[in-house]
């Protein structure tokens, strides 16, 4: 419903972390996410959110139905009969307007969406990984005994 684009990060690829600005925040929130992770993935995915439809257009035809019908039922007569094709598009895009305005006022707009345009990254490996002391290995085809730490 919002005109400005939104974007989300998977770890995944199937289950999404939403609402960021641009497609660079998203993959820094999804790099920063994987320093959390026991097992980090390979990669992370990023992409465009696509909110559901609303379902606020093409309510035009309809609404000036109704006023005829109830204007027939009252005597008035059907009186909105001969209306131009561009009228019927404008009054419908003025509802969806109004619907819109009132579905985010009142906080009733869809919270489901889609993720379109999904970009993957590979997740960078870690400089260096830190062994416990007593744990690494002086030559190869030797064994050591390990201290155990208390």
Known sequence: MSMNKRYAYSLNGTDWRNNFATRKEARQAAL???KNEIDPPREIYVGQIVPADPQATGHGRY???EINRRADAAGV???LNALKLEQVEELDREIANVVVHWLLKHHLEPTNYTVNAISEYPVPMPLAVKSPPGNEVTELGQSREIE???
């Open 77 to 79: 007569g059907e009186y």
């Open 148 to 150: 155990t730490l208390q």
């Open 32 to 34: 920063d996410a994987v």
């Open 63 to 65: 609404v000036v139905r």
